[in-house]
C-alpha cells in the first residue's frame, strides 16, 4: 500500500516509476486530484516528497551509540559534505555522536547501524544483518538533484543522483529522525523518492557590515534545510577595491563575502551576484564627484550609457564582483531604469528602447566573453496596461516590444510579479518573444508564491527566486520589524517551488510556515 504524500496525480510515465509498493497497516485518507495522504502519525517533510511508502510491519530505525555514517571509499567532496552534515545535526538536534567511517573500513561479518551515503546506484558493498547491499533498494530518481531515501530496521541508504541530491537525502532524513514520537531519535521504515521540478529555487537578500551571521544562518536553518539552491546577493554596496569611496559607512567587505559563498557551497546553496548596473545607481552615482557620469546630474539615478568613461568605470565594479563571486552566471538587474529623473536626457537623440538594449546587449557581450550566463530583472521588457493583471515598466507598449525584440534571447529574465492572482500572462509573453529561460520572481504573499511558482512550471520556467525589500543594509535586527514576513514566506517558497507550486493552498498546508520558520530559526532540539 503506497502512500503518496500530499502530492497530485501524476503521469502514467512517472507512475511506472514508483517503488514497489510494501505491506502497511496504515490505512488511506482519500484526497484529491488522485492523490492519497499519508496517515496522520507520518512525518512532516517539507518540502513535500514526491513519492513516500511507509512499511508498518519493520520496526523503526533507532540511532544508537553504534550508528556509524557510512562513505564510499573514495568520497566526493559532496558526500563528505552531506556525512559532515548528518554529523553535526546529529549532534546538535540528538546529542549523539556519529562517526564517518568508509565502506572498505567496516568489520568484517553482519553490520548494523549503519547510515550509507553514496551518489547514484552503486551502493558500497557492505555486510549487514539482511546479507550483503549490491543493488539499491530504491530508484534513484533519473533527475538532477533527485534522491531516493531507504530506512529498514539495521540500516538507512541515502542515495544522490548528483551531490546536491546527496544532500537533500540527508535534510530529508534529519526530518524522518524526529518522526516516530518516541521521545528518542528514531525513523519509520520508509522509502522515499523524490526531486524538484523547478530546477533553479532562489533567494534574493542584500548585503552589508552585519550580513554575515545573518546570512550563514538563513544559508544553514532555511535555505539548505528546505532545499533552496541559489543566493542572488545584491552587493553593489561593498568596499571594493576599484573604488573604495563610494562604499557608505555600513558597506560590507569582500573577506565576507568569500566566506558566505563557502559557507554556502558546502550546503548546496550558490551564490550569484546582483550589481545594479543602468537604473537605481545612487549608490555610484549619489556624491558630487560622480554626478558627471548620471544621464541626468540633477538627478542621478540612472547612469549615462552614452558616455565610455561612465560605462568604463562602471566595468571595474563589474569585473571585481565576477572575480569575488566566481559564479556560474552574473546578475546586471537593470530594473525601473526610467523611474527617476530626465531619461532620455543627455543621451538624446536616443530613445529608451535604443538606450535600454544598448545597455544590456553590453553586458551580454561582456559576460559571454567570461563564458558567463546575464541575468537581469525583465520588467523594463513589458508595459503594464498591456500585461494586466502583470507589472511592467516600459514606458509604452511599443517600448516594451522594441526591447523584447532587441535583448539577446539567451538573457535570463526574472520576471518580478507580486500579486496574489491565478494568471500570468507576462511569463508567456516572454517565452514567445524567443526567451529560453525565464525565472518567475515572487514576493512575500502566500498566494503570490504558490500561483507564481505553478505558472512557472506550466511555463516551462527555469525556476523562482523569493525576493526581499527591507532595506540595503541586511542584518538579523530585520527580523524585528514588519519585514519579518518577507523572511517567514522563504518556508512557502521553498516547499512551493521544489513542487512547481502544486499541493494545498498556503491556508490549507499541514503547518504553519511562519512558526516553522521560528522553530528551524531558534533551533530548539
Known amino acids: 500500500m503506497t502512500h503518496c504524500y500530499y502530492y497530485r496525480a501524476l503521469p502514467a510515465l512517472l507512475l511506472l516509476l514508483m517503488v514497489p509498493s510494501c505491506s502497511c497497516r496504515k490505512t488511506e485518507v482519500p484526497g484529491v486530484a ?83 551515503i553514496c551518489t547514484g546506484s552503486a551502493v558500497p558493498p557492505i555486510a549487514s544483518a539482511g546479507g550483503k547491499i549490491s543493488e539499491p533498494t530504491t530508484d ?44 528518542s531519535p528514531a525513523a519509520p521504515a520508509v522509502s522515499i523518492r523524490d526531486w524538484p521540478t523547478l530546477s533553479l529555487r532562489a533567494a534574493h537578500l542584500f548585503h552589508g557590515q552585519n550580513a554575515l551571521p545573518f546570512h550563514k544562518k538563513l544559508i544553514d536553518r532555511i535555505f539548505s534545510h528546505y532545499k533552496m539552491n541559489a543566493l542572488f546577493l545584491q552587493a553593489e554596496q561593498l568596499r571594493w577595491n576599484h573604488d573604495p569611496g563610494v562604499a557608505p559607512p555600513w558597506a560590507g567587505k569582500p573577506a565576507d563575502i568569500r566566506e558566505e559563498i563557502a559557507f554556502a557551497q558546502e550546503r548546496g546553496v550558490t551564490v550569484y551576484p546582483l550589481m545594479q548596473s543602468y537604473g537605481h545607481m545612487a549608490w555610484l552615482l549619489d556624491n558630487d564627484r560622480n554626478r558627471e557620469l548620471a544621464e541626468d546630474p540633477a538627478t542621478p539615478y540612472a547612469i549615462n550609457y552614452s558616455d565610455p568613461k561612465a560605462v568604463a568605470y562602471l566595468e571595474g565594479f563589474n569585473a571585481e564582483a565576477d572575480a569575488l563571486f566566481d559564479a556560474r552566471g552574473f546578475h546586471i538587474g537593470l530594473d525601473e531604469v526610467t523611474m527617476r529623473g530626465r531619461f532620455p536626457y543627455r543621451s538624446k537623440p536616443k530613445d529608451f528602447s535604443q538606450l535600454y538594449v544598448q545597455a544590456a546587449t553590453h553586458w551580454h557581450s561582456y559576460f559571454r566573453k567570461r563564458d558567463k550566463p546575464l541575468f537581469m530583472w525583465a520588467d523594463m521588457a513589458l508595459y503594464a496596461v498591456e500585461e494586466n493583471p502583470d507589472f511592467g515598466t516600459a514606458p509604452s507598449a511599443a517600448a516594451a516590444k522594441a526591447v523584447r525584440s532587441g535583448l539577446p ?67 538579523e535586527s530585520v527580523l524585528d520589524t514588519e519585514h519579518r514576513k518577507q523572511f517567514t514566506a522563504m518556508v512557502l517558497a521553498a516547499e512551493y517551488f521544489w513542487n512547481g507550486g502544486e499541493g494545498p493552498s498556503p491556508d490549507k498546508l499541514p503547518y504553519d510556515y511562519a512558526k516553522i520558520f521560528s522553530e528551524q530559526w531558534n533551533q530548539k532540539p
Open 409 to 475: 534571447k539567451d538573457i535570463i529574465m526574472m520576471d518580478w510579479q507580486y500579486g496574489e492572482r491565478t494568471s500570468f500572462p507576462s511569463l508567456i509573453k516572454l517565452k514567445e518573444a524567443g526567451f529560453k529561460n525565464v525565472v518567475a520572481a515572487t514576493w512575500y504573499r502566500p498566494k503570490n508564491i504558490q500561483n507564481f511558482a505553478r505558472a512557472a512550471n506550466e511555463a516551462g520556467a527555469m525556476g523562482a527566486i523569493q525576493t526581499t525589500w527591507a532595506g540595503y543594509e541586511s542584518d
Open 34 to 116: 488522485g492523490e492519497t495522504k499519508a496517515a496522520k502519525s507520518a512525518p512532516l517533510l517539507i518540502p513535500r516528497p514526491k513519492f513516500v511508502t511507509y512499511n508498518t510491519r519493520s520496526d523503526a530505525f533507532a540511532l544508537t551509540a553504534d550508528t556509524v555514517i557510512v562513505v564510499p571509499d573514495k568520497p566526493t567532496s559532496d558526500e563528505l559534505s552531506a556525512a559532515a552534515l548528518l554529523h553535526r545535526e546529529a549532534a546538535r538536534q540528538f546529542h549523539c555522536n556519529l562517526p564517518t567511517i568508509s565502506a572498505g573500513k567496516l568489520g568484517a561479518g553482519p553490520q548494523n547501524s549503519l547510515i550509507i
Open 140 to 183: 534513484v530518481p533519473k533527475r538532477p538533484e533527485g534522491y531516493a531515501l531507504t530506512v529498514t530496521q539495521d540500516q538507512v541508504l541515502v542515495q544522490g543522483r548528483d551531490g546536491r541530491g546527496v544532500l537533500w537525502g540527508v535534510q530529508t532524513l534529519l526530518q524522518v529522525l524526529n518522526a516516530t514520537g518516541s521521545g
